[in-house]
């Protein structure tokens, strides 16, 4: 994946288009955001698993380069986002081939955030009710220890007054 150097994304590992001008940068960083975006729902299925599994360790890893990956998104956005702002107007700019292009990539950008967000939504359903019989548990222990001591005091009080 993408190392972070200087808080700027190097682009050496991964595979770049030969484009030159602003609205090349832009598909460029639009193209690189696109492969950020399919690491992350590879990701997200990794996360699943370690979940399913209590993998605590190996889940804080894949927690961990999630966050790698959504910095490298928010660093790409940086060249995007004037875009973005204007992008009909920036549609219109380009040729046909690349307009296509980016239009092609922001829906498959879109469609993996989908998967993303369903398969972090349905992750934390799943850790949310391990979280109930959880509570239960630790609900009944303390009733448990309220009661035991209520007989304890009980069982020496009248011990005392005996």
């Not at 370690?50 to 605590?56: A, R």
Request: charged share 25%; net charge positive.
């Amino acid at each position: 994946m993408e190392a972070m150097a200087s808080g700027r994304l190097q682009s050496t590992l991964l595979p770049l288009r030969s484009f030159s001008g602003d609205d090349c940068k832009v598909l460029s960083a639009l193209e690189q955001q696109s492969l950020v975006y399919e690491r992350l729902l590879k990701l997200c299925q990794l996360q699943r698993w370690h979940i399913q599994e209590n993998q605590t360790e190996q889940l804080l890893e894949v927690l961990r380069q999630r966050q790698e990956a959504m910095e490298n998104i928010s660093f790409l956005d940086e060249t995007i986002a004037p875009a973005r702002k204007r992008w009909e107007s920036f549609l219109g700019g380009l040729d046909a081939v690349r307009r296509a292009m980016a239009q092609s990539l922001m829906a498959m950008e879109r469609r993996l955030l989908e998967q993303i967000t369903a398969a972090d939504r349905s992750d934390s359903i799943t850790l949310q009710q391990r979280k109930i019989p959880v509570g239960c548990r630790i609900n009944q222990a303390a009733i448990v220890t309220r009661v035991n001591r209520a007989y304890a005091t009980a069982a020496y009080s009248s011990r005392i007054g005996q």
